[in-house]
Every structure is written in C-alpha cells, then in structure tokens.
C-alpha cells in the first residue's frame, strides 16, 4: 500500500471554490443521497465551502465510528485496498480533480464527500470491514475475488438504498451530480438488490451506469451479504460467473 506523506492537495481559495462547487452540485441534484451520508456529513462537521483537512475529520470519524482516512496514490490494487478495509481504514485520493465535472480516478472529494460520511453509519461500516475480511480471504482465488469485486462495487460504490423513493450511500454515486440525476431520472435503471444478479452484473466505471441495485434497508444489505458469504463457494455462483465476461479487478 502507498501511503502519501505530501498529498498533492493545496488548501488555498481555489481549492475552497472547488468544494463549495462539487459539494452543492451533488447536494442540489434532488433528494437523491441518503439520510445516513447527511448524518455523517454532520458528525464529521464537513463543512460545505471550505476544502476540510483528513486529519481534522479523522479525529471525528474515530470518535464516531474507529476508522480513519488515509492519502494513498491512484487506484488501489485488491489486497491492499481490502486489507485497509479490513482494519477500518479508508484510502483517500491525494488530489482534487481538475474537471469538476469528471475524474477519471478517485478523488479527494469522492472520498472525502462520497466515502467517509457513510462510514459513520454503524451497520454500513461493519458490512464494508467484513467485506474487506472476506475479500482478504479469497484473494488467491481468481473467480470468487471477481465475484466479490463486483457486490462491492455495486454497495460501497453505486449502491441504492429506498428511502421515500431510491437514494444513494455507494461513494461514487453520490460524489457525481450527472450520475445520481441519471440513478433518479432515468426509468428502469434501478433493480431490486439480489445478490445473484449482482454478482452477474459487469462492472464499468468508465461511464454512467446501466444498472444500479437498491437495498431495501442497511440490515437487507448485511442480510444479502451474509447470504452472499454462506453461498460463495457454490456451483452455481460460479456457473452463472462463467457465463459473464471478464471485467477489472477494482
Ligand atoms: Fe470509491
């Protein structure tokens, strides 16, 4: 794992002007992120127009909850990124995106504005640290690792919660105004959580989303995780696995 001593972020008026833009952009994209992430957003004591610094929100976010954010450089490969999950620690793009309407690559305000809130929520952090467990444990299979890939990223990245219509927790979803207005307009585009379907479904985060998964509540998400985790090894998961194309390990 890489951990940046001198993340490329500078706390200045232009980086402030940044945040207050992105963060009013997903906020003002309609009632579409969840009750938990706002929750969060208050117990950390974000503030909306002013770039926050990671070890100020630390302090709270151990307080709260006993994980902690940390820089890291790029994408994250599988066992270091799961490890970190595994010890309630959450990887934290060390730059802010040029493009405040794209980034190719997790960001700080992805992680900071789309991750970290939610890991205030008690049964949502649990389920992310065991699916950082499990993940460690399968890692030297190839199959199930795509199979785990893929249920993370459809909760902890894109996941739909319904909350008086469907709302989002998954950090790449909310942190991007043009994908929660196509999660909250578009018809059809959100499916019932069924683990089966999810772990069939490729994954792409190079464009907006065909398919998104609503839970019906943070206990159904650990209820399919578990159901998830007890049906991992069986033939049928990996019949229908084989049935899919291949697609990159996060
Ligand atoms: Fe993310």
């Not at 929520?121 to 785990?148: D, V």
């Not at 379907?197 to 578990?226: C, G, N, P, R, W």
Request: proline share 4%; aromatic share 12%; with cysteine.
């Amino acid at each position: 794992m890489i951990r940046i001593r001198n993340p490329m972020i500078v706390y200045d008026e232009q980086s402030n002007e940044k945040w207050h833009r992105l963060f009013h952009d997903c906020k003002d994209s309609g009632p579409t992120i969840c009750n938990e992430h706002w929750e969060g957003i208050e117990l950390l004591n974000m503030p909306t127009s002013q770039l926050p610094g990671l070890e100020t929100l630390n302090v709270q976010l151990r307080q709260v909850s006993n994980w902690e954010g940390f820089f890291s450089e790029g994408l994250i490969e599988y066992h270091p990124f799961y490890q970190a999950m595994s010890k309630r620690q959450f990887p934290v793009g060390n730059f802010l995106r040029d493009d405040l309407s794209f980034t190719p690559y997790p960001d700080y305000f992805h992680d900071v504005f789309g991750h970290l809130p939610m890991l205030t929520c008690t049964i949502f952090s649990t389920y992310c640290q065991e699916m950082g467990k499990l993940a460690i444990q399968y890692e030297h299979n190839p199959e199930i690792a795509r199979l785990i890939n893929r249920f993370s990223w459809f909760t902890t990245e894109v996941g739909v919660v319904r909350q008086n219509g469907n709302r989002a927790y998954g950090g790449a979803l909310i942190s991007s105004s043009k994908e929660l207005t196509h999660m909250s307009t578009t018809p059809g585009v959100v499916k019932a959580f069924k683990f089966e379907d999810v772990v069939k479904s490729k994954i792409d985060d190079k464009t907006l989303q065909e398919v998104f998964y609503a839970v019906e509540s943070f206990d159904h998400l650990m209820d399919e995780f578990l159901r998830f985790k007890s049906h991992i090894t069986s033939k049928l998961i990996l019949k229908n696995l084989a049935a899919s194309s291949t697609d990159e390990v996060l």
